[in-house]
């Protein structure tokens, strides 16, 4: 068959491949003008390379870590510690937390764990667990922290997984995702760190690979506006071309499908799906510095703080010192209404660390937030989504497919954009 796939992120891409493997003609269109997507190594200038997307791979996220190995040969274990955590001026190595914040890290686990391990996948089958779709995990936190060090502990942490304040996350949905970290510990690699790896020299050098070993092209510049769809196939109308396919998978972020106009339109189920899905509110500063000052205060550039920063590493992919701060929710949209981010955040950083403004060389934002071909950094379950919306999201609708992050069990990570892939080369089938 011929198939059309529209979208060069990670799961454009490897759909595509699988589709040739498969036996089909693939083409894949690309509205940018860079592939990858979410995914994007980028460079402040003479090796300043840093990840303004998709960067840390958890040890158990089967998928891309076969890929990672098979084009890039080897992950790169990620400095973890030592970490600081600063909260109302105090600052604490992680490795020495206060002891309220770990009991109420370990009755929080255990709460989770009771109620993750009676649910199975995909979440929406869960209608025994109806109760829980409508709470947010914002409130579940609270319920089981009984410190204020423990609450805010968690909170930064779980905001960073989540991307976004734990109010608009639904707690169902959360927890589908957390059957996975459970069920990390059966794969028994004695390994079960988050963020355990990157890809050595960044990740878009293996997309650059994945590219090339495609046989069909990948057409950039093209953004899609209309699909119509036909008993003969499907049509795929760009600002200034137009195809014809047997078949197309369309892996765009679910508010950017919301722009495309469907001939016929998309049932209400679909709709309403990709209206409600959450996309999580992240953006990333980074900062050059002509010296790596973090490693002379004792720590590996890693913190979480209570300040406006919210959470800092080290994003060094080249031969510059680069910090990132990674910062979510209502926080990062205020981040992104300010004139001079940059300043404004070595500021905050000097108020903590005043040595470091004499190392700064330069800097930028990225605002995900608004990026028109992703409108929003990664989804989430917001709460009722899990039951009503989850099990709309992914459909085929005719000869039209739905891959992309956030159509998949592993919602808003890599893992999730590959799983997305297989299960749509699955569904199309060998020739
Ligand atoms: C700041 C940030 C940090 C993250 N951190 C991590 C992390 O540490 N670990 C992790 O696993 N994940 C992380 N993620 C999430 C991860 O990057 C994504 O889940 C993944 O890259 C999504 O891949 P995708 O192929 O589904 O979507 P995308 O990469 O968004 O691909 C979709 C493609 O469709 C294109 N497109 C959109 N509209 C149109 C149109 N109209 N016509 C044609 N093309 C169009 C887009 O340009 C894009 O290239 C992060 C994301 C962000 C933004």
Same mark, same amino acid.
């Given at each position: 068959?011929?198939?059309?796939?529209?979208?060069?992120?990670?799961?454009?891409?490897?759909?595509?491949? /699988?589709?040739?493997?498969?036996?089909?003609?693939?083409?894949?269109?690309?509205?940018?003008?860079?592939?990858?997507?979410?995914?994007?190594?980028?460079? #402040?200038?003479?090796?300043?390379?840093?990840?303004?997307?998709?960067?840390? *791979?958890?040890?158990?996220?089967?998928?891309?870590?076969?890929?990672?190995?098979?084009?890039?040969?080897?992950?790169?274990?990620?400095?973890?510690?030592?970490? #600081?955590?600063?909260?109302?001026?105090?600052?604490?190595?992680?490795?020495?937390?206060?002891?309220?914040? &770990?009991?109420?890290?370990?009755?929080?686990?255990?709460?989770?764990?009771? *109620?993750?391990?009676? *649910?199975?996948?995909?979440?929406?089958?869960? /209608?025994?667990?109806?109760?829980?779709?409508?709470?947010? #995990?914002? !409130?579940?936190?609270?319920?089981?922290?009984?410190?204020?060090?423990?609450?805010?502990?968690?909170?930064?942490?779980?905001?960073?997984?989540?991307?976004?304040?734990?109010?608009?996350?639904?707690?169902?949905?959360? /927890?589908?995702?957390?059957?996975?970290?459970?069920?990390?510990?059966?794969?028994?690699?004695?390994?079960?760190?988050?963020?355990?790896?990157?890809? $050595?020299?960044?990740?878009?050098?293996? /997309?650059?690979?994945?590219?090339?070993?495609?046989?069909?092209?990948?057409?950039?510049?093209?953004?899609?506006?209309?699909?119509?769809?036909?008993?003969?196939?499907?049509?795929?109308?760009?600002?200034?071309?137009?195809?014809?396919?047997?078949?197309?998978?369309?892996?765009?972020?679910?508010?950017?499908?919301?722009?495309?106009?469907?001939?016929?339109?998309?049932?209400?189920?679909?709709?309403?799906?990709?209206? &409600?899905?959450?996309?999580?509110?992240?953006?990333?500063?980074?900062?050059?510095? !002509?010296?790596?000052?973090?490693?002379?205060?004792?720590?590996?550039?890693?913190?979480?703080?209570?300040?406006? #920063?919210?959470?800092?590493?080290?994003?060094?992919?080249?031969?510059?010192?680069?910090?990132?701060?990674?910062?979510?929710?209502?926080?990062?949209?205020?981040?992104?209404?300010?004139?001079? $981010?940059?300043?404004?955040?070595?500021?905050?950083?000097?108020?903590?660390?005043?040595?470091? $403004?004499?190392?700064?060389?330069?800097?930028?934002?990225?605002?995900?937030?608004?990026?028109?071909?992703?409108?929003?950094?990664?989804?989430?379950?917001?709460?009722?989504?899990?039951?009503?919306?989850?099990?709309?999201?992914?459909?085929?609708?005719?000869?039209?497919?739905?891959?992309?992050?956030?159509?998949?069990?592993?919602?808003?990570?890599?893992?999730?954009?590959?799983?997305?892939?297989?299960?749509?080369?699955?569904?199309?089938?060998? *020739?």
């Amino acid at each position: 068959m011929k198939i059309g796939v529209v979208g060069a992120g990670i799961s454009g891409l490897r759909v595509a491949r /699988l589709l040739e493997e498969q036996g089909h003609e693939v083409s894949v269109f690309e509205a940018r003008q860079r592939i990858g997507g979410r995914i994007y190594t980028t460079d #402040l200038g003479s090796g300043a390379a840093y990840e303004a997307g998709g960067e840390w *791979l958890d040890a158990d996220q089967p998928r891309i870590r076969d890929l990672v190995e098979k084009y890039c040969g080897h992950l790169e274990s990620a400095e973890q510690e030592p970490a #600081l955590a600063i909260y109302k001026g105090e600052v604490r190595q992680t490795s020495e937390l206060w002891e309220e914040a &770990a009991e109420d890290e370990e009755r929080f686990e255990h709460s989770a764990r009771a *109620l993750a391990r009676d *649910l199975v996948l995909p979440v929406w089958k869960n /209608l025994g667990a109806a109760k829980y779709d409508g709470l947010t #995990l914002d !409130s579940f936190l609270k319920q089981n922290c009984e410190s204020e060090q423990g609450h805010w502990w968690l909170q930064a942490n779980l905001r960073s997984d989540e991307g976004d304040d734990l109010d608009r996350i639904g707690l169902l949905g959360w /927890l589908g995702g957390y059957v996975h970290y459970i069920n990390r510990e059966n794969l028994n690699r004695g390994e079960s760190e988050m963020s355990a790896f990157r890809v $050595p020299g960044g990740f878009s050098a293996m /997309l650059e690979k994945m590219q090339l070993d495609l046989k069909g092209t990948v057409t950039l510049d093209s953004v899609l506006q209309r699909v119509v769809q036909a008993e003969d196939g499907v049509e795929l109308r760009f600002e200034n071309s137009a195809e014809r396919f047997d078949r197309v998978v369309l892996t765009l972020p679910p508010a950017c499908v919301e722009r495309v106009v469907f001939e016929p339109a998309l049932p209400v189920e679909k709709r309403c799906a990709l209206e &409600a899905c959450g996309m999580s509110r992240a953006i990333k500063i980074v900062w050059r510095f !002509s010296q790596a000052w973090w490693r002379d205060r004792g720590f590996c550039g890693r913190l979480h703080c209570d300040g406006p #920063l919210h959470q800092l590493w080290e994003g060094t992919r080249g031969s510059e010192p680069i910090l990132t701060a990674y910062i979510c929710g209502g926080r990062a949209v205020e981040w992104t209404r300010l004139g001079d $981010p940059v300043s404004a955040g070595l500021y905050e950083i000097a108020q903590l660390f005043p040595e470091a $403004p004499a190392f700064f060389v330069d800097g930028e934002l990225h605002d995900w937030i608004n990026d028109p071909y992703s409108l929003g950094a990664f989804s989430h379950h917001a709460p009722g989504f899990a039951l009503e919306h989850a099990g709309n999201i992914g459909t085929p609708e005719g000869k039209v497919h739905f891959a992309g992050e956030h159509t998949a069990t592993w919602v808003g990570f890599i893992e999730g954009a590959l799983e997305s892939a297989e299960r749509v080369a699955a569904e199309i089938g060998a *020739l």
